[in-house]
């Protein structure tokens, strides 16, 4: 069965504090990785879409790494305004399955 | 483009009362999605469709809800009898040339039945 485990849960930095989120998964046939931003009171917002091991995508202080198992996105330097729920979904041969989240908290 | 519309954007209803959800894709967008969104499960898949026709309904949780896409611009999403326990928010997300692609989400109808 497809499984996608995000962590940590929650996540509280001082602003310029970098650290980085883990999302692992077990799928049959991975299509695509994706990373989602969600606000408090909206829907999700795509960041990055990975197809591949090795693969590496960036977007200001955001950069998505993915390997066979998992998928990491760094923060580098994060702003109060990085503040906000992180999905991953990971999209395999029969299924889209979502993480629960990590909510991070960036204090100035 | 004004995104993925979603209407209404809160319900409140009793337990028992028909609920309809509506949804407007992004303009030539041919994936629609429903997803139902709690604090115990978090984010789930409900239905979605290519072209107006539904793919794949495995993820409707039971047979009171039911979805139509009778165009490529509007799609419901129907609770008949609605419970409690399908409190939750609902979102519709639309994308371009399928489940591969980045999805556009839109800002959800928070349901509560009473």
């Known amino acids: 069965e497809d499984q996608v485990t995000q962590s940590p849960e929650a996540l509280r930095l001082q602003e310029g504090e970098s650290s980085s989120l883990n999302c692992s998964y077990t799928?049959?046939?991975?299509?695509?990785l994706f990373w989602y931003r969600q606000d408090p009171g909206k829907g999700p917002e795509f960041l990055f879409t990975?197809?591949?091991a090795g693969e590496e995508k960036e977007k200001e202080r955001l950069k998505a790494t993915l390997t066979k198992k998992e998928s990491f996105l760094h923060i580098t330097a994060p702003k109060p305004e990085d503040s906000a729920t992180y999905l991953c979904?990971?999209?395999?041969?029969?299924?889209?399955?979502f993480g629960a989240g990590t909510t991070v908290t960036v204090r100035a | 483009d004004a995104g993925v519309i979603q209407s209404p954007r809160h319900e409140v209803t009793e337990m028992g009362q028909e609920v309809t959800l509506r949804c407007k894709p992004i303009?030539?967008?041919?994936?629609l999605f429903w997803y139902r969104q709690t604090m115990m499960r978090g984010l789930e898949l409900l239905i979605y469709?290519?072209?107006?026709?539904?793919?794949?309904d495995s993820g409707m949780p039971e047979d009171r809800f039911s979805a139509k896409m009778p165009n490529a611009s509007f799609s419901t999403l129907k609770i008949q009898p609605s419970e409690p326990r399908d409190s939750a928010v609902y979102f519709c997300?639309?994308?371009?040339?399928?489940?591969?692609?980045?999805?556009?989400f839109g800002p959800g109808t928070r349901l509560t039945v009473l």
């Open positions: 997300a639309s994308s371009l040339g399928g489940t591969d692609n980045e999805q556009f």
């Open positions: 799928v049959s046939g991975l299509r695509g």
């Open positions: 990975l197809y591949s």
């Open positions: 979904a990971v999209q395999g041969d029969y299924k889209l399955s």
């Open positions: 303009s030539g967008h041919d994936y």
């Open positions: 469709f290519n072209n107006n026709v539904p793919i794949d």
